[in-house]
């Protein structure tokens, strides 16, 4: 990556969660009218466009995952669980601008581009993290992995991307994502019980 410009990232990465919001992945052309940065100057200083979708990965899904490994391993129990859960939500509300990237189709292509490009240790270092934290929390609850990933991060990601396309993110939001995660975490406890 080329050294830092003379503007804001979170100004480019906006106009590129502004275009994904639209439904599109916007070109450099879109960042640079978007964003009021010239071509040059995001080739400058992201080194290429797939560079640009690279650091726009780890400001949007990058930094969120980061939070819900923060919560896993900082928080003790089942509570450890729901905090990550919550933390889409109240990530969304924070982070508004990065939303758009959090719900949308595109967030893979921006993740293939972060792990193609000099960000590579560093987006694998976050995904590698993520899987060990789930699949810590699964094993430690007697859960499948793919049932903690549910409830830990794609219910809450639905639930954003429904109210973001609807009317905007309310409070309704936490009220959902509890009960999918108290859910899924009742219902295997009581089919083990059966089990028993």
Not at 45 to 53: A, D, N, T
Not at 71 to 86: C, E, P, S
Not at 117 to 143: K, M, S, W
């Amino acid at each position: 990556m080329g050294r830092k410009a003379g503007f804001a990232d979170q100004t480019v990465y906006a106009a590129m969660a502004s275009g994904i919001a639209d439904g599109v992945m916007p070109g450099i052309r879109d960042i640079s009218k978007a964003s009021g940065v010239s071509i040059g100057s995001l080739y400058h200083r992201f080194g290429s466009y797939e560079g640009l979708l690279a650091e726009t990965w780890a400001w949007s899904e990058g930094a969120y995952l980061q939070g819900v490994i923060s919560h896993i391993h900082n928080t003790r129990g089942v509570r450890g669980g729901l905090r990550a859960a919550l933390y889409m939500p109240r990530f969304a509300r924070r982070e508004s601008a990065s939303a758009p990237v959090l719900v949308s189709g595109q967030r893979t292509v921006l993740r293939h581009a972060a792990l193609a490009q000099g960000t590579r240790t560093r987006a694998a270092d976050i995904l590698g993290g993520a899987d060990a934290a789930l699949t810590g929390f699964a094993e430690g609850f007697g859960l499948r992995r793919d049932e903690v990933e549910l409830a830990l991060i794609e219910y809450p990601r639905t639930v954003v991307a429904v109210q973001l396309g609807a009317d905007g993110l309310d409070g309704s939001a936490d009220a959902l994502v509890r009960a999918a995660f108290w859910a899924t975490i009742s219902v295997q406890q009581q089919q083990r019980a059966k089990a028993a």
